[in-house]
């Protein structure tokens, strides 16, 4: 059995190891093995598909050759046409002249201006008849033919593809991380019982900050420690700078060599103002949940260690655990219990200084978790290095990988869509090889840490009723993934933060009210006084915008998936149009389909602007 992979519940503690020699493989297996199997149960013919694109590939590049032949001969055309203008002009330029002098059709220059003008012009124009345009109009029918030609096999090739596009669900990428690692459950929704969970038994602080929306949420379980992914849309009023200019002209007398000379002058005048302006961005983390070291608080940033050769890591470890140490000395008088590991590099690079309860830190981080953590932070080709932050409140862990603001792990079906079977099959395989690394080196941090799986929370009671039956997070997860035009206040220029309130629960649906908080954008001029070379005041004006706030509330229906037992993503779908069907809800084209939820808006209240 390879290092860092244990069979007893798949145990996981040496995470970059057992990537390496274990799940980057076995994932890559999974992968092709569902492929395989979704390939085969749709009963496509990947053969004629190939064909199919082979003839749409090449008919594209014959289209595209004859699309280049009609830009060069249109080009030709205007000159030709320039041309023939021309040579026309000159020949009755020409005649003109030999009207008014009889001489200049005598001069040699003359004659030959007519001549060619006249000649040169009709076989301009000749050519233009002629040879461009029958030569234009045969490109344009062969084009014209193609293009239909190229659209009967693109939709061939879709016709042989839909079967296979059909069978991809949302969702398939989390099914194959479970398959690959056990050990990490995810829930099918983050529902009420889990986060009830997270709060009441770990202490967990909800925050509903109307500046914080979710746009993406999984959670699950590691050996019954809860956690939960999410993506925030995060909003902030800060200020923007805006620039103005005035161009300005006068003019000054001098006296030069005993002259009077007047001299034109110009100058740029630009002024600035500053008005509010909201900012927009997205931060992904990773809270888990765990009652070992349950007084423990600290935080940490990332060390940059991977972008750092060895020397360079030894010199800064070597400058910072000196003034680790004096730290540490002087603590000792004042009474401050901070004391320095024995492994000086751990220390430097985790950096978890602000620790205050340095028993519990050394139980959590064993010489084991320094090294697996050490590898993680200095890998430079596997994984990402040192790319996240990580903070734990008592017994709460938060991590924020910098990976993940750059990969879309919200995994949707529409992202393996394609006519193409190569292409998708390709696009499959890659992005599931992506979306395991990404949120595998995500939880890379706890799993290094031996106590996070051998501890195991005590037992909780659950109550027997709640509010909802996905939690709010669900709940914004799924109307950010909604129209949003139809939440939003009509008069919104921006993106919105989605807050979500429960109003009623019950036949398997959430009915919950959104509050869009957005801003109208409206245009306005600033005029700033500022004195210019000629000694006088201008007006300077600078344009801005002002940012109004404007907000909506819809109310929203959410279809409620709580079935427990394994049906697939279709059945799910289907049960839950069975309940729309039955009751006085929505029709089926005003219902949008977010992952394993149905939601449509029942209505809208906006404010008034």
């Known amino acids: 059995m390879p290092t860092g992979y244990s069979t007893f519940e798949e145990e996981v503690f040496e995470p970059l190891h057992a990537y390496k020699s274990i799940y980057k493989r076995k994932l890559e297996e999974n992968a092709k093995e569902l492929f395989n199997e979704l390939e085969q149960k749709s009963g496509i013919d990947p053969e004629a598909n190939r064909q199919t694109n082979k003839k749409f590939y090449a008919r594209k590049a014959e289209r595209d050759n004859l699309d280049k032949k009609i830009s060069r001969n249109k080009a030709l055309r205007i000159i030709l046409i320039v041309l023939t203008v021309v040579s026309f002009i000159v020949g009755i330029f020409s005649i003109v002249r030999a009207t008014q002098n009889d001489q200049y059709l005598k001069s040699t220059g003359g004659l030959l201006a007519l001549i060619l003008g006249l000649l040169l012009g009709v076989l301009f124009l000749v050519i233009l008849i002629f040879v461009i345009r029958p030569k234009l109009k045969r490109l344009r029918t062969g084009r014209d033919e193609l293009s239909k030609e190229i ?14 596009n059909d069978l991809f669900e949302d969702g398939m990428s989390i099914r194959l991380f479970k398959k690959t690692v056990p050990l990490i459950n995810f829930d099918l929704t983050f529902d009420s019982r889990r986060l009830d969970y997270l ?15 979710t746009l993406y949420v999984q959670s699950g379980e590691i050996k019954g420690n809860p956690f939960f ?5 995060i909003h902030n009023l800060g200020t923007k700078i805006y620039t103005g200019s005035l161009v300005i002209h006068w003019t000054e007398t001098r006296m030069v060599n005993g002259r009077s000379v007047t001299v034109s002058k110009s100058q740029t005048l630009t002024a600035n103002v500053t008005k509010p302006c909201p900012y927009y961005k997205e931060e992904p983390y990773l809270v888990y949940a765990n009652e070992a070291a349950p007084d423990l608080i600290f935080s ?13 890591i030894e010199r800064h470890v070597s400058k910072e655990i000196k003034k680790l140490n004096k730290r540490a000395e002087k603590g000792m008088v004042k009474g401050d219990t901070f004391t320095t590991l024995g492994n000086s590099e751990f220390e430097v690079l985790f950096g978890a200084v602000d620790r205050n309860h340095e028993v519990q830190f050394r139980l959590l981080f ?36 910098n990976h993940l603001r750059r990969f879309d792990f919200n995994d949707k079906a529409s992202l393996f869509y394609g006519h193409d079977y190569e292409v998708v099959k390709e696009r499959f395989l890659n992005y599931n090889i992506e979306y395991f690394k990404n949120v595998y080196f995500a939880f890379a941090p706890v799993l290094s840490i031996p106590l996070y799986q051998q501890q195991k929370p005590h037992e909780y009671i659950y109550k027997d009723l709640y509010d909802s039956y996905v939690s709010f997070y669900e709940h914004e997860k799924v109307v950010n ?54 000694g006088r005041l201008h007006q ?70």
């Open 481 to 534: 993934a909604m129209n949003a035009t139809e939440l939003i206040h009509p008069l919104s220029g921006t993106r919105n933060i989605l807050k979500t309130s429960t109003v009623k629960s019950g036949n398997f649906y959430d009915t919950v009210k959104v509050t869009a908080y957005g801003y109208q954008k409206i245009e306005r001029v600033d005029y700033i006084s500022k004195r210019g070379g000629d």
């Open 229 to 233: 992914i999410a993506n925030d849309l």
């Open 366 to 401: 064993t010489p084991l978790a320094q090294k697996q953590l050490l590898q993680i932070m200095k890998d430079k080709t596997v994984a990402f290095g040192d790319d996240f932050d990580f903070v734990k409140h008592q017994m709460i862990n938060v991590i924020y990988p």
């Open 151 to 164: 659209d009967q096999l693109l939709k061939e090739a879709w016709a042989q593809m839909n079967p296979l």
């Open 300 to 312: 940490r940033v990332d060390s940059d260690a991977e972008i750092m050769s060895d020397k360079q």
């Open 199 to 213: 709060t009441s038994k770990f202490k967990f602080n909800i925050s509903k900050d109307v500046n914080r929306s």
């Open 540 to 609: 300077v004006p600078v344009q801005w915008i002002e940012y109004i706030p404007v907000q909506q509330d819809s109310y929203v229906n959410i279809n409620a998936v709580t079935e427990e037992k394994e049906e697939t993503h279709a059945d799910k779908i289907k049960k839950a149009i069975e309940r729309i069907a039955k009751g006085d809800f929505a029709s089926e084209d005003e219902v949008k389909r977010v992952g394993l939820f149905l939601a449509y808006v029942v209505k809208k209240v906006s404010d008034k602007k």
